[in-house]
């Protein structure tokens, strides 16, 4: 079964550090997303990428923040400039596309990339 | 702004019985509805959905209700089985079906099902 696949599983950086957490979405998918969990609270929006551009962003996703497809295949999310409360479980997350159908309205997560600022 | 709100943060039930979690949502302009069940160290894993134009939707053990005028939908598991034990999220989507499609997540529920 197709599966997204995240890189690191875990990372350990100083804060100030930049960060980079790697994603491979399904291949046949158009919209990808990242999501966070802070530890004890809920699966947050952060993003969402669509045709080589953000289509949508939270209020967490600000300049600190950036998304990109470098390569068709992989999708990444930067922080430049890590600080104590970015340290979270992050998810990247992809979906087919249009139409009304449950496959293609459900997001397919990766197993996560847990981020951990000292 | 919790507009999708799982107000039980756990809950145990024995094996074999019925689990039910539930979930409520404030803004009416969700259209489609999922649930997804998280084990630890892993990412969330889709269960089961729902359009708003239902009000049941049945897949093996598990089966989704819908109350549109209640704004509450519910998740049933029958039989429970200890490998259900897991956190299920509620999650609701607006703008289904086109670009500006986003997915809301409530807090979850830990579910135990006991041997």
């Known amino acids: 079964e197709p599966e997204v696949t995240q890189t690191p599983s875990h990372q350990v950086t100083q804060m100030g550090q930049e960060v980079i957490l790697r994603c491979v979405p399904i291949?046949?998918?158009?919209?990808f997303y990242w999501y966070r969990q802070i530890l004890g609270q809920k699966v947050e929006f952060l993003v969402s990428f669509y045709n080589n551009e953000i289509s949508e962003k939270s209020e967490i996703f600000d300049d600190q923040f950036s998304v990109e497809r470098p390569d068709g295949s992989n999708f990444t999310l930067k922080i430049r400039s890590t600080k104590l409360e970015d340290s979270a479980m992050y998810f990247c997350?992809?979906?087919?596309?249009?139409?009304?159908?449950?496959?293609?309205?459900?997001?397919?997560f990766g197993a996560g990339s847990r981020l951990t600022v000292l | 702004d919790q507009q999708v709100k799982q107000n039980s943060p756990s809950l145990s039930v024995q094996e074999g019985r019925i689990s039910i979690l539930n979930c409520d949502y404030t803004n009416s302009m969700f259209d489609y509805f999922l649930w997804y069940k998280k084990y630890p160290a892993e990412g969330p894993t889709f269960l089961i959905s729902?359009?708003?134009?239902?009000d049941k939707n049945e897949d093996g053990r598990f089966t989704v209700f819908l109350n549109k005028s209640a704004k509450h939908l519910s998740l049933h598991i029958v039989p429970s089985q200890p490998g259900d034990s897991a956190v299920y999220f509620c999650a609701a989507i607006m703008g289904v079906g086109g670009s500006n499609y986003k997915l809301t997540f409530g807090k979850g529920t830990l579910l135990t099902v006991n041997p």
């Open positions: 729902i359009s708003s134009i239902k």
């Open positions: 997350a992809s979906r087919p596309g249009r139409g009304r159908s449950s496959g293609a309205n459900v997001l397919t």
């Open positions: 291949s046949n998918h158009l919209y």
